[in-house]
């Protein structure tokens, strides 16, 4: 049985144990897609009281929300990253919308009913009496304040104004209770957060269904947190995030749904919703369905709040014995050398490529990739990257008098945009246009469809799935597999719209460096 094959027979397993009883092994979550009401000038310091006034507008809509949550039977809703204060403010200019939240593994606060404790705590308050009056779970993002002392010690990690500030999850139990507190890891070109001294892995449970972990946005894309909770066997994961969707391989529900798949999760995703910035998609997606939200280009730009029965996967909460970390946990005893992957920059230049009169390098996601053109309506087509290669076998079914170009892609190597983190790719691709210069670029519909098996060696068993139809619109493949030795397969026909993306998408978490 190859490791993936187990991971979705575990995972068909727990469908059938749940099936049997499903109001006592299931629950009812929700999402808020947020349409933000930003701060018009967030560079520019303002008032606490000014600064108060422009969350209020945002937490109004959050209590619109929870209470028709609520009245679907909701028990823990989420909303998305930044959705209380925005984004793209400095250090400075966010000061006034900080509030010191307590820790609650140290102690015990209900915001709602003990607001006398702590000053300058408006929204936690706010966020905890909407928990307390919907009688829900309650997961929202905020900025925290946390003081630290100031050292000429060359190894502190405070700050030089001696005050760390946080990007951060607060979850508020059905009471009103804080808690968790979880400070985001992985920044994204944050200048108004500090990274915290360590990674957390912080979860929390619940009565009707056990245990659940928290991320944010980027952290998704690393061994810490992310693959950190799932290899101790957490099962459900909080996610809210301002995901700017980065087609054709990093779409919001393209990822977040093969990530769910692979890693035997189920993930609540809470986007912000902002036409301008590409930033939409939210959904609950478990191992065995997904429930998700993609506006489509040309409707209006609002709030999307989804709602899902979703089975318990906690396998202590089922009373079952996790299985599923020891194939999970990554493995770093294998050289990344023998699955092709380039530990240098100038791996990923046209001089390590088998020379071949239609291969040519092109920029997908701003790394250096190697494509071959689909030229035949049918067929097969190699190409490496370095020595890490892909095999595509393939037959076209154009619409009409279309004449879509279509590439097969290789990387193996280094991601340069943001933080560096190590990648396998392979990719089948429609192009933006009719120069093979456009094979890499966004695209968001198609009209041809396509039967394909797409195949790989990797260095890694976090390879990430996906096909990505017209329109945003997602597939399950027909068949995917992870062999032993690394080779991956994916397999996939009778499309219902025309095909945007195929990818096979490694992570190598071994190979990273913070």
Not at 83 to 96: A, D, E, P, T, V
Not at 342 to 356: E, F, G, K
Not at 498 to 506: I, M
Request: one cysteine or more; charged letters at 20%; aromatic letters at 10%.
């Amino acid at each position: 049985m190859t490791l993936l094959s187990a991971v979705l027979s575990f995972s068909l397993t727990l469908a059938v144990v749940q099936t049997q009883s499903v109001m006592d092994k299931s629950y009812t979550a929700a999402v808020y897609e947020h349409k933000l009401i930003p701060n018009p000038d967030p560079r520019i310091p303002m008032s606490r009281s000014a600064a108060l006034q422009h969350m209020q507008k945002n937490l109004d809509i959050f209590e619109e929300q929870a209470a028709k949550a609520a009245e679907q039977g909701v028990q823990i809703l989420v909303f998305p990253e930044v959705g209380i204060h925005g984004f793209n403010f400095s250090r400075s200019s966010i000061y006034n919308y900080l509030e010191r939240i307590p820790d609650p593994q140290q102690e015990s606060w209900n915001p709602c009913t003990e607001s006398e404790k702590y000053n300058n705590t408006e929204v936690l308050q706010r966020l905890s009496c909407m928990a307390r009056r919907n009688n829900l779970y309650l997961v929202a993002n905020m900025p925290d304040l946390q003081p630290c002392p100031l050292s000429t010690d060359p190894s502190s990690t405070c700050p030089f104004d001696g005050r760390w500030q946080f990007n951060t999850n607060v979850v508020f139990r059905s009471d009103g209770l804080l808690v968790a507190r979880y400070h985001k890891y992985n920044l994204y070109y944050e200048d108004s957060f500090d990274t915290p001294p360590q990674p957390e892995i912080i979860t929390f449970d619940t009565p009707f269904a056990g245990r659940f972990g928290l991320i944010i946005c980027y952290d998704i894309l690393f061994h810490n947190p992310t693959i950190a909770l799932v290899e101790k066997g957490v099962r459900q994961l909080i996610f809210p995030t301002a995901w700017f969707n980065s087609p054709p391989l990093l779409h919001s529900v393209q990822y977040h749904q093969a990530l769910s798949r692979i890693t035997n999760v189920t993930l609540l995703s809470a986007n912000l919703r902002n036409d301008r910035f590409n930033m939409g998609g939210s959904g609950i997606y478990t191992p065995l369905f997904s429930t998700y939200h993609h506006a489509q280009r040309g409707e209006p730009e609002e709030g999307k709040l989804l709602v899902a029965r979703v089975p318990v996967l906690d396998p202590e909460w089922l009373g079952q014995k996790e299985t599923t970390q020891e194939r999970l946990t990554e493995s770093t005893s294998s050289p990344a050398a023998e699955s092709g992957f380039c530990q240098t920059d100038s791996c990923s230049d046209a001089s390590s490529v088998t020379p071949s009169s239609n291969t040519f390098i092109s920029t997908m996601m701003r790394d250096p990739f190697t494509f071959v053109l689909l030229n035949e309506m049918e067929g097969d087509a190699n190409v490496c990257n370095g020595s890490f290669c892909c095999h595509l076998q393939y037959k076209r079914f154009p619409h009409g008098s279309s004449n879509e170009l279509y590439a097969l892609g290789a990387f193996s190597g280094w991601h340069s945009k943001g933080r560096r983190y190590a990648l396998q790719i392979c990719a089948l691709v429609r192009c933006a246009g009719s120069d093979p210069s456009s094979c890499g670029q966004k695209v968001e519909e198609a009209e041809s469809k396509m039967d394909f098996l797409l195949e790989g060696k990797f260095g890694t068993k976090y390879v990430y799935p996906s096909v990505l139809a017209s329109r945003m619109a997602m597939e399950d493949p027909e068949h995917f597999d992870i062999a032993a030795d690394g080779r991956v397969s994916m397999k996939h026909s009778n499309m219902t719209g025309g095909l945007v993306t195929a990818s096979l998408y490694a992570r190598m978490y071994h190979l990273d460096k913070d």
